[in-house]
Nanobody, 123 residues
């Protein structure tokens, strides 16, 4: 089973930036598409951004378009999420995910998850 290790969360003021990283322990068929989800207290886990590690195709939630950028490294086993112009409503636990599938226009979560990293944006 692939292991996903996240880092980069923390506390930042509104308008600031953070960079999250997710490293997969190995490359498997489940890592061809990876992404980030987030979950705030009392809310469901929602897709933030996703990427095809070979195709480079990306998908973003409307709420983060133009502010967040997802990218991959040369080994295609690491994904990063550059978060700029952060807002208090971005506060959540952010989870790395591997094995996403595409069904029509929707990107569906895979079964491999990281432990989560807390992002807190103060007013």
């Amino acid at each position: 089973q692939v292991r996903l290790v996240e880092s980069g969360g923390g506390l930042v003021q509104a308008g600031g930036s953070l960079r999250l990283s997710c490293v997969a322990s190995e490359r498997t068929p489940t890592t061809v598409r990876m992404g980030w989800f987030r979950q705030a207290p009392g809310q469901g886990r929602e897709l933030v951004a996703a990427i095809g590690l070979y195709s480079g195709v990306t998908r973003y939630a409307d709420s983060v378009k133009g502010r967040f950028t997802i990218s991959r490294d040369d080994a295609k086993s690491t994904v990063n999420l550059e978060m700029n112009s952060l807002k208090p409503e971005d506060t959540a636990v952010y989870y790395c995910n591997a094995g996403l599938t595409i069904e029509g226009a929707n990107w569906i979560a895979g079964n491999d998850w990281g432990q989560g990293t807390q992002v807190t944006v103060s007013s």
